[in-house]
């Protein structure tokens, strides 16, 4: 007979195993409640609310009785705008609060669960080629599966209404590829969508495809909802107070982030912490020079920035997000048109009554002059809403009257306002006849600050090409930037002539490179009413940063943020490379050329002088005016041919100086029509990559059609059938990839 020990060596022999199998189920050692884990739609909802999961979407909604959620897919800021923007229009029209969410911080397999008496916005921006934004991957990746498994293990959304409006630009192939997707995909799943798609075209006018679409969307969505329109009116978003006595260390002069003002506020040389978009980096400039001809009715600047000791790293074909301020005209328009001229270094809170809603855009507290010289976008053109929402606060009846037929009408908006380019300032100020010129004698218009901080949006850094590769500058990044300056349409404003514009980024590295360099910044001065414009006068800006953090010992900084991209070559030197990049399209790929110079180097070292004999070639098709006049990096491109011992092969088209045989201008796609020969075999034999980078309007479209042709014909066939074939196989395979703009 076994003794009491024995028993129990064989009773845990056998139990042991058995409770480690049905660990899960068995809540006397950790495991859910078999309730929860069957019913995940009212007991798995309800231990998410006693454990206050911080990515339940729908749990919070509920909790704060609200029926909307928005969730926007957004790479630059503009489509959460956006987002925002519809939840401020449910709350005003028909009195529904909502919910803003970014998916990349919830769980978005619990669409399933979103009650049927709500809705779900998806206001989404297509990316690089047809691609989600970053945020939105998450998202996309499961909506995207053919056979989904939501939170409830089924594959359907029969319980869900949906709203979708895209943000994406006519001129790339993949036109808003990213809402289609979303609206097929729920479509498929049994959702039900309320109104027409949207779609709004940044190459024209984004903002009037958006209020072209949103009024019959909302008639669509109240009918759904069972709401009516007229219950909440006008209704506020912030509440600002202003600080008589606060900490100076604790006052936002401009910091981008509370590190930053950690940083700034204590004297230390640079922010602690990591790096990013939440954390930009106040980068030294290394060195900045003119690439144009000196005396030129054109600017084009490169600039180079200091990464050492940062901890930030890149990679060719990456972007650099720049973080502009504003000019100093504008910011002074503004305060003076609002009365602040006195206050400008007064310290004001903004505290939000709905941060599920609407969040404070910048960190407070700030000041107003901090608020409007680094924080909000005064110098983009006044949207056609805001317009219509500030006549109420119009200082006289003509004023208002002008406001609102400038909101209401948009043939008259796109003549007088859009045309000529007029920021919100020089809005108002047209609207009382006010001079645009400094010194401001401005009537002051009574608009409370907590609706200027809804209208205007937050002021978003501007992305461009890495020129550079980290094989050979692992401690720079540089930049290749064409300043933006040009004619607008005619102004009744401004006598009904042209006025200059300048565009906010590029003419803040001007200032940089300019103050750089030592020379002045005079501010524009005017003639006959009329602003003279030469390239020496710029919009000035204040580039001592917060609290003089941005110089220092005649060091001057930026702050920067690397964006990753999948713009990159292939690994293997083996494989040709076609480039196609007129004008500053060039950027990234004198990066891409300094990363097979670098590789060169080694392999020659490793294996001697002919190490380079079986490499593939590397084409390089480059355009622009004049030899003597934009030939960007003119005198680099001799020497990486050098080094690259007869594998790299530029070519040049001056279209100003060329002429084809019927007396047009050459560009790059005449020279790859001329080179066909060299390119089929290599595109259609040898595997080769391309890559395009630059104009999306024109170029990119005529060079694509010149590629169709030249392997169509290559096939025996034409551009039409065979060419465009080989062409979608080489998009699908990432053998022709864009870096495109409009």
């Not at 990753?564 to 083996?574: N, V």
């Not at 670098?598 to 070639?617: C, M, Q, S, T, V």
């Not at 014909?713 to 074939?725: F, H, I, P, Q, R």
């Amino acid at each position: 007979m076994p003794s009491p020990i024995d028993l129990l060596i064989i009773v845990l022999t056998i139990g042991l195993p058995l409770l480690y199998i049905f660990r899960d189920s068995l809540p006397v050692i950790g495991g859910k409640p078999r309730s929860a884990a069957v019913n995940g739609s009212a007991a798995g909802g309800k231990t998410k609310v006693e454990d206050g999961d911080p990515r339940d979407f729908v749990v919070k909604m509920q909790r704060a009785n609200k029926r909307c959620v928005i969730l926007y897919g957004s790479q630059t800021g503009t489509a959460e705008e956006y987002a925002i923007r519809l939840a401020k229009e449910a709350k005003s029209r028909f009195g529904i609060s909502s919910l803003v969410c970014d998916p990349e911080e919830y769980d978005m397999n619990l669409l399933d669960q979103v009650p049927e008496d709500c809705c779900v916005f998806f206001v989404m921006a297509t990316y690089g080629e047809g691609e989600p934004t970053d945020n939105a991957n998450t998202l996309m990746e499961l909506i995207m599966d053919p056979t989904p498994e939501f939170s409830q293990g089924e594959s359907t959304l029969e319980n869900l209404n949906y709203v979708v409006f895209g943000l994406g630009n006519k001129t790339y192939e993949f036109y808003n590829e990213v809402a289609r997707n979303v609206d097929k995909r729920l479509t498929a799943c049994r959702a039900r969508r309320i109104g027409d798609r949207g779609e709004g075209d940044d190459d024209k006018s984004m903002e009037e495809d958006y209020l072209a679409w949103k009024d019959t969307m909302w008639e669509a969505f109240a009918e759904r909802m069972g709401v009516e329109e007229g219950g909440a009116g006008d209704v506020a978003d912030f509440v600002v107070r202003e600080l008589a006595d606060h900490a100076p260390e604790k006052v936002y002069h401009g910091e981008l982030s509370p590190r930053a003002l950690l940083a700034t506020a204590s004297g230390a040389s640079t922010p602690v912490g990591a790096y990013g978009v939440k954390n930009p980096y106040p980068a030294p400039v290394l060195a900045s020079k003119e690439l144009f001809a000196v005396g030129g009715d054109r600017n084009c600047i490169h600039i180079e920035f200091d990464i050492t000791g940062s901890g930030i790293s890149y990679q060719h074909g990456d972007h650099v997000g720049i973080w502009p301020s504003n000019p100093d005209l504008e910011v002074n328009r503004l305060l003076s048109i609002l009365g602040l001229e006195q206050k400008a270094q007064a310290i004001v809170d903004v505290e939000s009554l709905d941060p599920a809603l609407a969040k404070v855009p910048f960190p407070t507290p700030a000041t107003y002059d901090a608020i409007f010289r680094h924080y909000l976008d005064i110098s983009a053109i006044a949207s056609r809403q805001t317009i219509a929402f500030l006549a109420r606060y119009a200082p006289t009846e003509a004023a208002k009257e002008k406001l609102t037929r400038w909101g209401s009408d948009k043939d008259i908006y796109a003549a007088e306002i859009d045309g000529p380019a007029l920021k919100l300032a020089e809005v108002l100020q047209a609207a009382v006849g006010d001079d645009f010129h400094p010194p401001f004698r401005s009537t002051v218009w009574s608009i409370p600050f907590d609706r200027i901080v809804s209208s205007v949006p937050r002021l978003q850094p501007r992305y461009y090409s890495i020129s550079s590769s980290s094989k050979l500058h692992p401690s720079a990044i540089h930049v290749t930037a064409v300043v933006l300056k040009y004619q607008s349409a005619a102004s009744p404003a401004h006598h009904h002539e042209p006025r200059w514009v300048f565009g906010l980024s590029t003419n803040f590295i001007l200032n940089v490179k300019m103050a750089h360099s030592g020379e002045n910044t005079p501010e524009l001065e005017s003639e006959n009413g009329m602003e003279a414009v030469t390239m020496k006068k710029v919009p000035s800006y204040r580039l001592a940063g917060p609290r003089g953090h941005y110089v220092r010992e005649k060091v001057y900084r930026v702050p920067i943020h690397v964006r990753r991209s999948t713009f990159r070559l292939p690994t293997s030197p083996k494989v040709p490379i076609i480039m196609i990049g007129p004008g500053t399209g060039v950027a990234p790929f004198r990066g891409f050329v300094q990363e097979r110079v670098a590789l060169a180097r080694k392999a020659i070292e490793k294996n001697g002088p002919d190490a380079l004999k079986d490499w593939a070639p590397i084409y390089l098709f480059y355009g622009c005016r004049r030899a003597d006049e934009d030939f960007l990096y003119r005198e680099e491109w001799p020497e990486y041919e050098k080094e690259l011992k007869g594998v790299f092969r530029m070519k040049v088209a001056f279209s100003r100086e060329m002429k084809k045989a019927d007396g047009g201008k050459v560009y790059v796609q005449d020279l790859i029509h001329e080179a066909a020969s060299e390119l089929a075999p290599l595109i259609l034999e040898k595997r080769a990559y391309i890559y395009i980078c630059g104009d999306a309007k024109s170029m990119s479209k005529a060079v694509e059609e010149r590629l169709a042709q030249i392997m169509g014909e290559a096939k025996g066939g034409s551009a039409a059938v065979e060419g465009v074939k080989e062409l979608k196989t080489l998009k699908e395979r990432n053998r022709l990839m864009t870096d495109v703009w409009s």
